[in-house]
């Protein structure tokens, strides 16, 4: 009897994870409005106070390496030889203003900035597999294991819901950085980038490029008002032909249509100015010109100045680039930092001059970390994509992070009622570098977000003739010691 090959499982396993994703988004479709749940056996959810009104996550897709990163370990330079099981961190570790936090070299802007945030060492994720990383990035933007039975709400848009605009002409939630077209999974990416049974209207706003956002909400040039006014009303007759209709409930058709006149609102009002980049200051832009992200960076300041609620910034996940270090890992880290090193530090800066940070919590977060050792062996064979595990270094594409590591990951978190300088959680001193105090799982650092954006982890919405919460099953617990002051649910 043959076996099928390493290949062909993934690809079954793929194909019959976004099967599920599809039809739980098809099925969606036809919900009714999510009515708020209320126990009839229990008191209505208290909302508790917020410490932040806005929210800004700093996505670094692909798994950003804690030992390379914000939790440095024992430094083994690159020598030719040297046992692959030995090295720990490929950067040595420098100080930050904070005499008891140090992080690692190439994070120098970073490091000054520390005294405003929070590190956490300890924030641990189930083992899904290796195959998708999209699989984590869907448990970690919605808070549940996919597939489920029906397409998950991004955090964004539960924060877009529940609170809903601070400025009713801006996007109450923002997507900078990712496309969804032209990268590898783009179709899992999709399917967690939406505000699933919610509503079109509760979805983000997507920026691929921040340099373009002016364009996308800019009247086409030449178009005068009454031309714009009649596209506009034109789009509505599209979602009304769309193939989609049939399947679409009156209240998801109702949403789609919001979330046109929202657009249309938008075009119309002086706030679209934020989106322009190319209208900052040529000083200031230069601290964030160091690529995309940073300036997705810049854009996400100029858009919570403005009233945005929730931003997210990306990397940008693509198979086998960025922080998805299966080969060169230390070599790429070396990229990446320097485009996120200045972007990061000068955007909490910024906040905080404009004196924005304090009710503005920012998030920086991955999908896990990252380990020298391969599936429990040496070295990588995903290094070269061909060789058998390496004992030893060889070559500097073996000089790096490369296995997928869930057992402890780092998350910083500055402004926003969080306690500065401070160190939360820790992970092993010796291999397998396993959180060791203070675990944090997905669905209690969620709590924690939610609980200081004034939302109470076991808000629930009545969907599929069940309630389905903020955090899985209601039960997420905030980790309350990470801010100065948070009230109770």
Same mark, same amino acid.
């Given at each position: ?111 000054? $900035?520390?005294? /405003? ?17 999209? /699989? ?46 032209? $990268? ?33 909400? /800019? ?209 092993? $001193? ?60």
């Amino acid at each position: 009897m043959q076996h099928p090959s390493k290949t062909e499982l993934e690809f079954e396993i793929r194909r019959e994870f976004l099967k599920k994703l599809a039809a739980a988004s098809v099925t969606t479709l036809g919900f009714g409005a999510p009515r708020l749940h209320a126990s009839m056996d229990a008191p209505s959810v208290q909302h508790p106070a917020a410490t932040a009104d806005s929210c800004i996550v700093l996505w670094m897709g692909g798994g950003m390496a804690a030992p390379d990163t914000f939790d440095p370990k024992r430094y083994v330079p690159f020598k030719e030889g040297v046992p692959v099981a030995e090295i720990e961190s490929t950067f040595p570790s420098i100080d930050t203003v904070v005499d008891n936090i140090k992080i690692t070299e190439g994070l120098e802007h970073i490091a000054k $900035v520390m005294d /405003r945030a929070t590190l956490i060492r300890s924030h641990v994720l189930p083992d899904l597999g290796s195959i998708l990383h999209s /699989r984590h990035q869907f448990h970690w933007h919605t808070g549940y294991v996919p597939p489920q039975t029906v397409a998950c709400p991004h955090i964004g848009s539960w924060m877009a819901k529940v609170l809903g605009p601070l400025n009713p002409v801006m996007p109450a939630f923002v997507n900078i950085g990712q496309r969804l077209e032209g $990268v590898g999974e783009q179709e899992e990416l999709k399917a967690f980038t939406t505000a699933g049974f919610f509503g079109s209207e509760y979805g983000p706003l997507n920026l691929p490029f921040p340099e373009e956002a002016a364009q996308s909400v /800019r009247p086409p040039a030449g178009m005068d008002a009454g031309r714009f006014t009649n596209r506009q009303k034109l789009f509505k007759k599209l979602v009304d032909s769309s193939p989609q209709r049939e399947y679409m409930s009156d209240f998801q058709y109702e949403s789609q249509l919001r979330s046109i006149e929202n657009a249309y609102r938008l075009l119309s009002s002086k706030e679209r100015e934020a989106f322009d980049i190319s209208l900052e200051p040529a000083e200031s832009y230069a601290k964030y010109d160091t690529g995309r992200f940073g300036r997705g960076c810049l854009l996400a300041r100029r858009l919570v100045e403005n009233g945005a609620r929730f931003v997210e910034v990306t990397t940008e996940y693509v198979p086998f680039l960025n922080w998805d270090t299966h080969a060169d890992g230390h070599t790429t880290l070396q990229r990446m930092k320097k485009e996120i090193d200045q972007p990061i530090a000068q955007l909490i800066l910024d906040l905080e001059s404009r004196g924005l940070l304090n009710r503005t919590l920012v998030i920086l977060a991955s999908e896990f970390s990252r380990d020298m050792i391969m599936e429990g062996k040496p070295g990588s064979n995903a290094a070269d994509q061909t060789s058998e595990p390496v004992e030893s270094l060889k070559t500097m594409k073996h000089y790096g992070q490369h296995r997928h590591f869930t057992g402890a990951s780092c998350v910083v978190m500055w402004g926003g009622g969080v306690v500065g300088g401070q160190l939360y959680g820790a992970s092993a $001193v010796e291999r397998p570098f396993v959180a060791i105090d203070k675990p944090l799982s997905v669905t209690d650092l969620h709590a924690t977000i939610f609980n200081a954006m004034g939302i109470s982890p076991q808000t629930a919405f009545d969907i599929e003739q069940r309630p389905f919460y903020a955090t899985e099953d209601g039960k997420g617990q905030p980790a309350r010691d990470i801010f100065r002051k948070i009230n109770a649910s």
